[in-house]
């Protein structure tokens, strides 16, 4: 695939979700480029380093990482382009103090659906709307 300069950003440690989410955005959009961070400090360093346009977030405490740290590895300016997927209710609210996109918490049937839902979500940040179309 070639080099591209929009990068969507899944946070998150359960990889058949992420892949699933992967596969779906790459499905929907070919020229973007879709990256996994596993661990808070992988997705801190591709924030730094790369700048996501849109980041799915999980932000649930594992063995890669506390709470706290998976909260505190997105910057500040870039909450509002963050998608939180979590079915937890306090990272849900963090989300939301931060200034992310409505939640679409993870299902625990249908998870293709789910997928689909999130990419739908990320398609006005990723393809805005052209001058004078509405």
Request: glycine content about 4%; some cysteine.
């Amino acid at each position: 695939m070639p080099y591209s300069k929009t990068l969507v950003l899944v946070i998150e440690d359960d990889s058949h979700i992420s892949r699933l989410v992967r596969n779906h955005f790459e499905k929907a959009f070919p020229s973007v480029r879709v990256e996994i961070a596993g661990s808070p400090a992988k997705a801190q360093m591709i924030c730094e380093r790369f700048k996501p346009h849109v980041i799915i977030w999980d932000g649930e405490p594992n063995e890669r990482g506390t709470r706290e740290e998976y909260a505190a590895c997105i910057p500040d300016h870039f909450w509002k382009r963050v998608i939180p997927i979590s079915s937890v209710p306090e990272s849900q609210t963090h989300a939301q103090t931060k200034g992310a996109l409505p939640a679409l918490p993870k299902p625990q049937e249908s998870l293709n659906a789910w997928a689909a839902q999130v990419t739908a979500a990320a398609k006005s940040i990723l393809a805005p709307p052209k001058p004078g179309k509405r």
